[in-house]
């Protein structure tokens, strides 16, 4: 009798899928405990689209930066969660482009913030040549170039990926077989964006971003968002 095959092991399935937020009323059933369609006294981001890393849209609506801190607190190794504002991610996109699906190209372009798990909140400015930090409320985020958010995500992983122990995930995903070790390795190795940095925050220096885009911090009180 032959032994039965084995079954090969598939990749985690990304929590942040296209339409995650739907009709869904009850914030305990959504990721992070928001809502489409929501609506915050305290909003920074008005009635914004939000997607994840493949470009693909979640939901939409207002965001508070305390909601960004709890998403940045929450969120999973190799996810990421990008805010565009209303007109780009509505009306203002190129005719023909896919509204729910504009992809990840799109995406970086336009994103005004970007909430990764180790990256913390970074918003996106094309007016600025170096990165800095900043806060409001006491609540402290990142101020970084968007080209150098655009370089980050765009490397391309090493051919032959760090170990997984080099990339700090949880025991769940430590236990996983060793073809999805690899799939989420190569889909991480090299990225500043989503594995651990060695001292800091990718984008700043001292972080595990590769040298061009270490630009040198300026910490900056009460800069405008």
Do not use: C
């Amino acid at each position: 009798m032959l032994p039965p095959k084995k079954k090969t092991p598939q990749a985690p399935p990304s929590a942040l899928t296209k339409g995650i937020y739907g009709f869904e009323t009850d914030p305990k059933k959504t990721p992070f405990g928001i809502l489409n369609n929501q609506f915050r006294t305290d909003a920074i981001v008005k009635n914004g689209g939000w997607f994840n890393f493949d470009g693909n849209k979640m939901g939409t609506g207002d965001l508070s930066l305390k909601d960004m801190l709890h998403i940045s607190k929450e969120i999973a190794h190799g996810e990421v969660f990008f805010v565009l504002s209303e007109t780009d991610s509505s009306w203002d996109m190129p005719s023909g482009m896919d509204r729910s699906a504009p992809g990840k190209d799109y995406v970086l372009k336009t994103a005004t913030w970007v909430i990764g798990k180790y990256t913390g909140i970074v918003r996106v400015r094309d007016d600025i040549t170096k990165s800095s930090e900043s806060d409001i409320d006491g609540i402290k985020y990142l101020r970084i170039p968007r080209n150098v958010v655009i370089s980050g995500f765009n490397q391309k992983p090493k051919s032959n990926p760090a170990p997984i122990k080099d990339l700090s995930l949880d025991d769940a995903q430590a236990k996983a077989t060793a073809s999805v070790k690899k799939f989420l390795a190569t889909k991480a190795a090299n990225n500043p964006w989503m594995v651990p940095p060695t001292q800091g925050p990718p984008g700043v220096a001292g972080s595990g971003a590769p040298a061009a885009t270490k630009p040198k911090i300026a910490i900056k009180k009460k800069a405008k968002p």
